[in-house]
């Protein structure tokens, strides 16, 4: 669905690592472009994906419809949440304190991690730590912006 199809990492060493998960699969990219995190809409056709995208200088969320983008947030400012419904994981991100709002907020030191959460509550998928030892379908992400 996003262009990445089976085989050995290029020349950058970027790629993406699929997982069977219960219920779904699990992507990770290996590399720092956002790959999954820009095309979530596309995987989300035909289903439900949720991307969380992380590096030392950016980071964010996404949830998606069947190729909607139901709402999008960096993880340390859910207050300027976006897309076509940005309130309907409310409750959830409020549930797992991530809705941090105030002059000062009081970040979460584990904000990643209650991102996968978030994540796993609205897609039902859940990557056990069996699965995740086992093997993975890789791809390279070379031929994809921004890397050519």
């Not at 035909?46 to 419809?65: L, M, P, Q």
């Not at 584990?110 to 990557?127: I, K, M, S, Y």
Request: aromatic share 10%; hydrophobic share 40%.
């Amino acid at each position: 669905r996003i262009g990445v199809t089976p085989g050995p990492l290029g020349d950058s060493g970027f790629g993406v690592a699929a997982y069977g998960a219960d219920d779904g699969a699990v992507l990770i990219e290996c590399g720092w472009a956002g790959i999954i995190y820009d095309r979530a809409d596309l995987l989300s056709v035909g289903t439900v994906a949720a991307s969380v995208f992380a590096t030392i200088k950016n980071d964010g969320f996404a949830y998606c419809v069947d190729g909607d983008l139901i709402t999008t947030f960096d993880l340390y400012s859910y207050p300027y949440r976006s897309g076509s419904d940005p309130d309907r994981l409310q409750a959830d991100v409020e549930a797992l304190g991530m809705g941090v709002d105030g002059e000062l907020p009081d970040f979460p030191s584990d904000v990643v991690c209650r991102a996968l959460a978030l994540a796993e509550r609205v897609t039902g998928v859940h990557l056990s730590p069996v699965r995740y030892a086992g093997p993975a379908l890789i791809g390279p992400t070379d031929h994809l912006d921004p890397y050519r």
